[in-house]
């Protein structure tokens, strides 16, 4: 059975509206959510955020729908980036359990496919892609575990926006070989399925080992081969001669 999760939920001040989001996330069946912190890099003077400590949240998490545990709450930072100074890995980040980029230009997308230490990146839904999508670079985050992510929520909410989404989604599609969080557009059923419950579970793993410097390596011991017998010790009975002398066992 398929553990469905949503990485992108927007953090704000109004408590009562975020509980309320993730209670529906559980009624839903989401057995794991991420509160997402987004930092505009351009704009001065922004400082990375304290998450909430998610015990402020809720004395007792609700309760996943037809299960018997309770929602998992992560936090997620984002950071907007529109110059390389803007994503400087600090203490600050690793208050987070997720870490995603933003990257704005052609050369910070290449910097945080084949580079920046993240678990998603993030491309934009709300205007034309300044640039194209190189299948090196890509090919690079995918070999080291990163996901993107296009938000389908403003092609929801307005058709200009659904256009840009929709067009973003086509063209990053063509060469990630699915390995997107979040999005719907332009998947195949099984692609679809992936993005919010497979992918994210993968995202999650990642974050994890990330925070930890650590990996797990899975080794098998191969079995020993047989060695073959010296001539001198297979038994007379099994030999032979043939018309020129040679022995044939």
């Known amino acids: 059975m398929s553990v469905f999760m949503d990485l992108n939920i927007t953090a704000g001040t109004d408590k009562a509206k975020l509980q309320s989001t993730i209670e529906t996330a559980a009624h839903l069946g989401y057995s794991t959510v991420a509160i997402n912190y987004v ?18 949240l809720f004395e007792t998490f609700p309760t996943v729908q037809g299960k018997s545990r309770p929602i998992k ?4 930072l984002t950071v907007v980036a529109t110059d390389a100074s803007h994503f400087r890995p600090t203490n600050e980040y690793k208050n987070f359990d997720l870490l995603a980029v933003h990257p704005k230009t052609d050369k910070l997308f290449h910097a945080a496919c084949m580079n ?5 990146i993030c491309i934009s839904a709300t205007e034309p892609q300044s640039f194209h999508f190189k299948r090196s670079p890509v090919n690079g985050a995918i070999e080291r575990g990163v996901f993107f992510e296009i938000s389908y929520s403003a092609g929801i909410r307005d058709p200009t926006m659904k256009k840009y989404t929709i067009t973003n989604a086509v063209n990053l599609i063509s060469v ?13 059923e099984g692609d679809s399925k992936a ?6 579970r993968s995202v999650v793993l990642h974050g994890e080992t990330r925070g930890t410097a650590l990996g797990i ?6 079995p020993q081969l047989p060695t073959e017998q010296p001539e001198e010790e297979i038994p007379a009975a099994k030999k032979a001669k043939t018309d020129d002398g040679s022995l044939i066992v």
């Open 195 to 200: 993005a919010v419950s497979t992918n994210c």
């Open 217 to 222: 390596i899975h080794t098998m011991k191969r």
């Open 39 to 56: 930092v505009e890099g351009q704009k001065k003077k922004q400082l990375i955020p304290t998450p909430q400590p998610l015990a402020e």
């Open 176 to 188: 990630c070989k699915g390995k997107v969080i979040g999005l719907i557009f332009g998947l195949s």
């Open 116 to 120: 920046y230490d993240v678990d998603i």
């Open 73 to 76: 709450v992560l936090n997620r």
